[in-house]
């Protein structure tokens, strides 16, 4: 390759990747929108929360091929023709918003439902509107929540980036006609390195970028938006009788968008689309949270009936059950076989960047910036490095699984665990514990709340990438395979235009996710609350 074309294949690569980033934008702008506006709505309308969350909670569980078969027939079909390339881009854009707007929806909630109580009795004494309260409280409170949760979304958005770009059913082709997941699939078809190569530096570059450029600015702007609020809110002359409530209240206020060792009923999300995501539900009451496992048990007794049902007169449908449970327990014992190695790695790398290096900002940025870099991205190089070794398929997935979870391990962990860091330290130099005695009754205990909540997160982010790890497909070309799996066989079904075994595969899915947050995540969960409460 000559001088010349190297200039403008670079040239061709930072117009697509430019594309794309402009597909992430206009996704994360919409959810951003959504999500505040759903997120507070939820929190402060009861009824409103009993509905919202479950749902959102349930569509959160859905991993990014379920929603092919809707936008190719709600948004794509309807612009075949002249429009056709407006279609795929308005689809591609809303494939992506999937995978974003379920953790910023729950990070905006936590944030409202966390509030104390003085500023609700305040804003009623003074009169304010509800347009008034919308400026002067609630985006104020929720603001370092939303950048918080929208670097999360970012990443997840990026992870399936290249799927959104390219998908199909059936003898349908939706590709992008710019875009880095298209530039990215026509060196994986025709082998050429330099291409994929200079591809994947350019999406570096990208990332870095937009972290130091866009996410840092934007997150030190609703640090300083919130403090210019709350110095707002000290200034207010209050009545006497209601002085000292209201410097309670601004003391509190001051704390918004750090991370509490427990919080009741919060929970670290996931990638549904990448992961389990923040929920709040123990926070609406005992009441609410008998609801919600009636909503839940509800959900699956009228599944297992509506299934019962659909096999007394469609008796194949057993057959496809029988498949899809086969291919469950393959993807079962890879997803927690992933998650423990990923315990392995992060447990002693968050125990290093809370309590042992005073250069955890650096190395926090530094993950930041290597998280945003998708696996999918990765998979082609990943898997050429490890063509022809033993058990090619299952170590190539194992690998995306685990590059898909350990992120929001560690991330967790050192949000849960950075607010105690200070006294903990203070209570390790006192007593002079060192060595394996820190480990085993300071650093281990205080990181716990954080792994489960980020356990949540993690295990449902491989479940999400099962679909890209399990089978990695490329205009045709087979990157990467298992023998079975369910994220295979999502897969296998949808590209044969079998949407009734993808529909079958999806809802046990579902099952499984529903039944695992409430007899397991939920109950350790529980358990860890009342021990560190």
Request: charged letters at 15%; one cysteine or more; a positive charge.
């Amino acid at each position: 390759m000559d001088f010349i074309s190297l200039i403008g294949l670079i040239i061709i690569l930072v117009v697509d990747t430019a594309s794309s980033w402009l597909r992430m934008f206009a996704a994360l702008a919409v959810s951003v929108v959504i999500s505040v506006s759903v997120g507070i709505y939820a929190a402060t309308h009861r009824k409103a929360e009993r509905m919202i969350l479950p749902i959102v909670d349930i569509l959160q569980t859905l991993p990014i091929l379920a929603f092919f078969p809707l936008v190719i027939a709600i948004i794509v079909i309807p612009f075949e023709g002249t429009y056709l390339s407006l279609g795929i881009n308005l689809a591609v854009i809303f494939l992506i918003i999937t995978s974003m707007i379920w953790n910023i929806i729950f990070g905006v909630y936590e944030s409202i439902k966390t509030l104390p109580q003085e500023y609700s009795e305040l804003s009623k004494l003074y009169g304010l509107t509800r347009l008034e309260r919308l400026e002067k409280i609630y985006i104020p409170a929720c603001m370092p929540r939303v950048v918080e949760q929208s670097v999360l979304s970012w990443s997840i958005g990026l992870f399936y980036l290249v799927t959104s770009e390219i998908f199909s059913t059936g003898s349908a082709n939706y590709t992008v006609k710019i875009g880095i997941g298209s530039a990215i699939a026509s060196p994986i078809i025709t082998g050429n390195v330099i291409s994929y190569a200079l591809a994947l530096v350019i999406f570096i570059l990208f990332v870095v970028v937009t972290r130091l450029f866009f996410f840092k600015p934007w997150e030190e702007y609703a640090t300083r938006y919130n403090k210019h609020v709350e110095e707002k809110t000290s200034e207010i002359k209050r009545p006497s009788y209601v002085q000292e409530m209201g410097e309670f209240g601004t003391k509190l206020m001051k704390r918004l968008g750090s991370e509490r060792l427990v919080r009741i009923g919060s929970r670290l999300t996931r990638s549904r689309k990448g992961g389990r995501r923040i929920s709040g539900y123990a926070d609406a009451g005992k009441d609410y949270d008998e609801l919600y496992r009636l909503v839940k048990y509800g959900i699956i007794a009228v599944i297992i009936l509506v299934a019962a049902g659909v096999v007394a007169l469609r008796p194949y449908l057993i057959g496809y059950e029988a498949m899809v449970l086969q291919a469950l327990v393959f993807s079962f014992a890879r997803v927690w076989l992933t998650f423990a190695i990923s315990l392995s790695i992060g447990i002693p790398v968050c125990v290093y960047l809370i309590f042992l290096t005073r250069h955890n900002s650096k190395y926090l940025m530094f993950f930041q910036i290597l998280s945003s870099i998708p696996a999918t991205i990765l998979l082609p190089a990943i898997a050429n490095a490890l063509r022809g070794t033993p058990a090619y398929g299952e170590v190539v997935a194992l690998i995306v699984f685990v590059l898909s979870s350990i992120w929001y391990i560690i991330f967790s962990t050192m949000n849960v665990a950075k607010t105690l860091q200070p006294n903990i330290l203070e209570v390790k130099n006192i007593f002079g514990v060192k060595g394996w005695e820190a480990w085993k009754k300071i650093y281990f205990k205080a990181i716990i709340p954080g792994l489960i909540t980020g356990g949540i997160t993690a295990v449902a982010a491989e479940w999400n990438a099962s679909i890209v790890a399990e089978s990695f497909t490329v205009g045709g070309t087979i990157v990467s395979h298992v023998g079975m799996g369910l994220g295979e066989l999502l897969d296998a079904s949808l590209a044969a235009n079998n949407l009734v075994l993808m529909f079958v595969a999806l809802i046990n899915l579902t099952v499984m996710i529903i039944l695992l947050n409430t007899f397991v995540w939920k109950r350790l969960y529980r358990r860890v609350s009342r021990i560190y409460s």
